[in-house]
């Protein structure tokens, strides 16, 4: 019967099915969110895992009555800039005349407070300082989330649950030893707290008491904001007797193969190309790698690998073991290149 269906009725069925399969797929996604559980449900669910954990019910019911969910911050993670940057584009932004002049004003007004700090950690001030300014503007931008809502929204959206749930139980902890109150606990959309931008895992690994009086305050204390970015650096290696990196110039037929290639790696794939570029600078000068001015690279028994942050007709940096470091703290070559040259700006007409 099926196979004498005249050309109408064909027609007809064939709409008949491609109407339902329409209809079917469009109300997938809402039976999928209809599945998800709301963000009072998901915080429920976390305050009865932070009440297992043993913390202050009254520090919970503070904090867990005033959680948020933030769309922006979910839309600020997903987002993905449009435009490509370069370190032509980046670094005059980022290092502006303005934030050299404000770093400069700041090392000069806090350099008794930073060489003393500077002396017990083992890093020049200008790291410090430089570090200061990029993550918030020396402590004029911070944030204005709420860590604990920030952490828990991302968590709840859930493509990083697992490490936003640990940064949110850092967050607690945090508050439970009254470091910060709940209020005044506020951070970037990320979760990243105070002047010098921790995330609260870093804060539970670095941060740092820098007047003695008990606390340790990224948001407020200079003394412990200096006192936490030098520990953090010297818990990483930073090598005081030795600087970041240098701009170098290199001869027109050099292989590039020397250099680290581009491409976003984990960490120990990352060093794993920073071992195979590594060399002396004695190397290096044989191969014809020379200053940005052209002169010869200094004679020190120092190691360095080849860096090349816009690729290889970009610029190109020697970068030495601080480099690492400093790509532990972020690991972007534009921000890590900023970091050094606004600390060698720093100092330019300071102390020479």
Not at 52 to 72: N, P, W
Not at 143 to 162: D, I
Not at 163 to 185: R, T, V, W, Y
Not at 288 to 298: E, H, I, M
Request: aromatic share 12%; glycine share 6%.
């Amino acid at each position: 019967m099926f196979k004498t269906l005249s050309g109408t009725a064909t027609t007809i069925v064939k709409t008949v099915i491609k109407v339902a399969s329409i209809t079917a797929f469009l109300t997938l996604p809402a039976l999928a969110d209809e599945t998800k559980a709301s963000f009072s449900d998901y915080t429920a669910t976390l305050k009865a895992e932070a009440l297992e954990k043993g913390y202050d019910t009254e520090l919970l019911d503070q904090v867990f009555s005033s959680l948020t969910f933030h769309e922006r911050v979910v839309s600020a993670d997903k987002s993905q800039p449009e435009f490509v940057e370069t370190l032509d584009t980046y670094l005059p932004k980022r290092v502006s005349e303005v934030r050299i002049s404000m770093a400069r004003e700041r090392y000069n007004k806090y350099l008794p407070e930073l060489t003393k700090i500077g002396k017990k950690y083992g890093v020049h001030p200008r790291f410090i300082v430089a570090l200061w300014g990029l993550e918030s503007s020396f402590g004029r931008l911070m944030g204005n989330y709420s860590v604990p809502s920030a952490l828990a929204t991302l968590a709840y959206e859930g493509r990083r649950e697992t490490f936003f749930k640990k940064e949110f139980f850092h967050a607690l902890d945090i508050l439970a030893a009254g470091h910060i109150s709940f209020a005044d606990m506020k951070g970037s959309w990320a979760g990243a707290m105070g002047q010098s931008q921790f995330m609260p895992s870093s804060f539970m690994a670095y941060a740092q008491d820098g007047d003695g009086d008990g606390k340790m305050d990224i948001w407020t204390n200079q003394l412990d904001v200096f006192a936490s970015i030098a520990n953090y650096l010297k818990q990483q290696g930073w090598d005081d007797d030795k600087t970041w990196g240098r701009e170098v110039v290199l001869p027109a037929d050099f292989d590039a193969s020397h250099a680290i290639a581009r491409g976003s790696l984990k960490r120990s794939e990352w060093l794993g190309r920073w071992q195979q570029s590594e060399r002396s600078l004695a190397q290096w000068q044989a191969l014809g790698v020379r200053r940005l001015n052209g002169a010869d690279l200094p004679q020190r028994d120092i190691s360095a690998a080849l860096i090349f942050p816009d690729g290889e007709t970009g610029r190109a940096y020697l970068a030495y073991d601080n480099y690492k470091v400093l790509m532990h703290w972020n690991k972007s070559y534009y921000f890590v290149t900023s970091v050094g040259y606004l600390a060698d700006l720093i100092v330019a007409k300071v102390e020479n």
